[in-house]
C-alpha cells in the first residue's frame, strides 16, 4: 500500500454529489486526495490528524475576490489569503483590470499581467488564479495570449459606461487609462463577447471552461437615480445608496447582456453578484429567452446574510449595494429553488483610512467593498440550518458549481484524484463576528456582532494544513493555478 503523506481521520464527509455525510478517513498523497475509506491504518502514514467527527467539506472555491484594489496586491495576497483560510476557502480567483486602482496603470497585459503573477507569487496561503477585463481594443487582440497564460475567464464591468468605481466620472478615459478616441460602451461590450467566442473557436478543447462575467448595473440609470436620491436629501446611509443605484437597473443591465451574449453567439455567461428580486427575475426570464445561452448566475454571502439596516454601518458599502430585507429573502427563495449557481464572497479588503471620507457619514464619499471571505463558508451554513439547505448543496455552491465553470479541474471535490483541499467544520460551536479577530487588514466589518453557528476550524490545501484549531499556521502555500493546462 502506497504511504500516506497525511491521514484525516474520523470526519464525516460531505460530498457534491450525495446527500449522505459518510463518517470515514481521507488519505492524501503528493497533494491529492489518494483514498477515501473507513478504518485506514494510521501506520502507513506520515501524519495523521484526528478530525473528531466534524464535517469535513471540499475547500471553498471562492470564484470573486478582488486582492490589490486598495492595497498593493503582494500585501494583500499575503494577507487576504490568510483571511479567506479562515472562511475554508482553499482557491481563490480575483477579478484584476488595468486603469485606475489594482497596479494604477493602463497598457497591455503582456506587460501587465507578469507584473500581477510577480507580485502575488509565493505569498498566498490559497491557491489562486485571476479573471480579467479587456478594457481596450488591444485587450481584445490580447485573449488568445492570455488563455495560453492560463485566464480562461473575463469580465466586462457595465456601469464604467458613465461611472467610477464609487461614482460619477467625468472622465472615462483618465479613471480606465484606456487610449484616447475609444470608449467603454455597449459597443466595446460587443466586441469583447465576439472576442471571447473567437477564442472559443480557436482552442475548442478549452471551449468549455471559456467564459465572461458580468457586473450588471446600468449607467444612465445610476447616474439619474444618483443625483434625485443626492438633491431630495431624505434618504441616508446604506439606504440611499440603495435607492441611488436602484434594482431595475440591474434587471436592464442583465437583459441587455443576454441580447448581446445572443448576437454574439457567447453561450457561457456569468451575471455576477445578483443582489435582488428583480436582478435574479431578469436573469431568469433571459434564460427562458435565449435558451441555447448557458447563464450561470451569482450572488454574494453579504447579499445573502446582511440587508441596508442590518449591516454595521457605512462599511457595508459596495456595488452592487446590499438591499432591504425583501430583497435578501428573495435571493433566499432561489437559492432553495436551485436557481442560484454559486456564492462567494467579493472580498475587496478597503481599510478605515480608505473607506471613509470627509464627512465619515456621507456614504457617496465613502469607497465601495468590503472583506468577507473569512465569512463565507459559516455564515452560509448559518443560514442554511435556519432555511433547510442542505450540505450536499452547500458543497455544490460554494466548492463544485465554480470549479467546474472555471476550468479549475482537480478542484471542488472531495473525491479519489481531486486535490486535497478541505475544510473542518464544527456545526456546534456558535460565536459571534468581530473584526478582531479576523486575519484580514481591514478593521472593520459590515458583519460586526452577526451570529454565527457554524465555524471552520481547520483548513487544508493540496493536504498541507493551513488552519489549525481557527488559527492559521505554516508558510503560505498557495499557488498559482493556470487553468489552460491540458
Not at 301 to 321: C, F, Q, S
Amino acid at each position: 500500500m502506497t504511504a500516506l503523506d497525511l491521514l484525516l481521520r474520523n470526519v464525516r464527509v460531505v460530498r457534491h454529489d450525495s446527500a449522505e455525510t459518510e463518517l470515514t478517513d481521507i488519505g492524501v498523497v503528493d497533494g491529492r486526495i489518494e483514498r477515501i475509506a473507513a478504518g485506514i491504518d494510521p501506520a502507513n502514514a506520515k501524519s495523521v490528524v484526528d478530525g473528531g467527527g466534524k464535517l469535513a467539506f471540499p475547500g471553498v472555491v471562492d470564484a470573486h475576490q478582488h486582492w490589490g484594489i486598495y492595497n498593493p496586491l503582494s500585501e494583500d495576497t499575503a494577507s487576504e489569503s490568510r483571511a479567506s483560510v479562515q472562511g475554508g476557502v482553499t482557491t481563490a480567483l480575483n477579478y484584476m483590470r488595468t486603469g485606475q486602482y489594482y497596479l494604477n496603470r493602463g497598457g497591455a497585459y503582456s506587460d501587465f499581467f507578469p507584473e500581477v503573477l510577480a507580485a502575488s507569487a509565493g505569498r498566498a496561503y490559497v491557491d489562486y488564479g485571476f479573471h480579467l477585463a479587456p478594457m481596450s481594443r488591444q485587450h481584445i487582440t490580447e485573449l488568445p495570449d492570455l488563455v495560453e497564460s492560463g485566464v480562461t475567464s473575463f469580465k466586462i464591468f457595465m456601469f464604467y459606461g458613465s461611472h467610477g468605481l464609487h461614482g460619477r466620472s467625468t472622465d472615462q478615459n483618465s479613471f480606465l487609462m484606456i487610449p484616447e478616441g475609444e470608449r467603454y460602451d455597449y459597443a466595446h461590450f460587443e466586441f469583447v463577447m465576439r472576442g471571447v467566442q473567437a477564442v472559443r473557436e480557436r482552442f475548442p478543447d478549452l471551449a468549455d471552461q471559456i467564459s465572461l462575467s458580468l457586473h450588471c448595473e446600468t449607467a444612465e440609470i445610476m447616474s439619474a437615480y444618483t443625483k434625485m436620491v443626492e438633491e431630495d436629501g431624505t434618504l441616508t446611509g446604506l439606504a440611499a445608496y440603495h435607492a441611488s443605484r436602484p434594482p431595475h437597473s440591474e434587471g436592464l443591465a442583465v437583459s441587455i447582456a443576454a441580447y448581446l451574449a445572443h448576437e454574439t453567439g457567447l453561450p457561457n455567461i456569468n451575471l455576477l453578484h445578483l443582489s435582488s428580486a428583480k436582478a435574479v427575475d431578469a436573469a431568469l426570464r433571459m434564460a427562458k429567452a435565449f435558451p441555447h445561452i448557458n447563464f450561470r448566475r451569482e450572488v454574494t454571502i453579504g447579499h445573502l446574510v446582511a440587508d441596508i439596516t442590518t449591516a454595521h454601518g457605512l462599511g457595508g458599502k459596495v456595488n452592487p449595494p446590499l438591499r432591504p430585507r425583501e430583497d435578501v429573502e428573495a435571493l433566499w427563495t432561489h437559492v432553495l429553488n436551485g436557481e442560484i449557481d454559486w456564492v462567494v464572497s467579493d472580498h475587496a479588503c478597503c481599510r478605515d483610512e480608505q473607506k471613509f471620507g470627509t464627512p465619515r457619514d456621507d456614504i457617496f464619499i465613502a469607497k465601495s467593498g468590503f472583506g468577507g471571505a473569512e465569512y463565507l463558508l459559516p455564515g452560509l451554513l448559518t443560514e442554511a440550518a435556519q432555511r433547510g439547505l442542505s450540505h450536499q448543496r452547500v458543497a455544490q455552491l460554494t466548492s463544485w458549481n465554480p470549479a467546474q465553470r472555471f476550468g479549475l479541474t482537480r478542484k471542488g471535490a472531495l473525491a479519489e484524484g481531486y486535490d486535497a483541499d478541505l475544510c473542518l467544520v464544527d456545526e456546534g460551536s456558535p460565536w459571534t463576528v468581530r473584526a478582531q479577530d479576523s486575519e484580514s487588514t481591514q478593521e472593520y466589518t459590515p458583519f460586526e456582532g452577526f451570529k454565527m453557528t457554524a465555524r471552520v476550524t481547520d483548513t487544508f490545501l493540496r493536504g498541507q494544513q493551513v488552519l489549525a484549531a481557527g488559527k492559521v499556521v505554516g508558510d503560505p502555500v498557495g499557488r498559482y493555478v493556470s487553468r489552460s493546462d491540458r
